[in-house]
């Protein structure tokens, strides 16, 4: 048994729906085609928009953070694609789809309000998902143009539910397993079963 495993690497995202995952996939293959740098695309089946991660916890924390996420209350909702963008600064290593809306930022912040006294505030939320790991690629002015010249298709993320996620590393790559899922619509702290 692994040293960790009471141990658990945890954050909460919201889940992509099918044909965003098909826009998604021909967005990689023309990205792929177009050859603009070399790295590592994300698994389609795992992409997913983060909005909270909380890192590694004893596996015990699992059901208080679960508790925590039922206070969370918003109706269904979604929100456009903004463009694609890099972090990594001149030398960017991470290629992302970034998303828009008032409702998604305030979903985070009431995601993150709700583990206040646990983890830090985010200062800086950045709705995104990430497309690719890059290994070697243009300087980043360079090659967000390049991006900026490719046709994007619209697309929306629907979100109707975000979820607490267990993330186990591994050589293929994350897997992801939804410990807890919470669907839009009323808050449900203080109901019982």
């Not at 177009?34 to 596996?59: C, I, W, Y």
């Not at 800086?124 to 991006?147: F, G, I, N």
């Not at 267990?166 to 079963?193: H, I, K, M």
Request: aromatic share 8%.
């Amino acid at each position: 048994m692994p040293a960790n495993a009471d141990r658990l690497r945890l954050f909460v995202g919201i889940g992509l729906d099918k044909e965003l995952r098909r826009q998604l996939a021909a967005l990689q293959e023309q990205l792929e085609a177009a050859k603009l740098f070399r790295g590592r695309f994300s698994r389609v089946d795992n992409l997913h928009v983060t909005l909270k991660f909380l890192g590694e916890l004893p596996a015990t924390a699992a059901a208080d953070l679960g508790e925590r996420l039922e206070r969370v209350a918003y109706a269904p909702f979604t929100a456009p694609v903004t463009g694609l963008g890099l972090f990594g600064g001149r030398r960017p290593r991470v290629l992302w789809l970034g998303f828009g809306g008032d409702e998604l930022v305030a979903l985070q912040q009431q995601v993150d309000r709700c583990f206040e006294g646990l983890f830090a505030l985010e200062t800086d939320y950045q709705p995104h998902l990430t497309l690719a790991r890059l290994k070697s690629a243009p300087r980043a002015e360079v090659l967000q143009q390049q991006l900026a010249e490719l046709p994007l298709e619209p697309m929306r993320l629907r979100v109707e539910s975000f979820a607490l996620v267990r993330s186990v590393l591994e050589a293929a790559g994350p897997q992801y397993t939804n410990l807890a899922t919470f669907a839009a619509g009323e808050s449900r702290r203080g109901e019982t079963d």
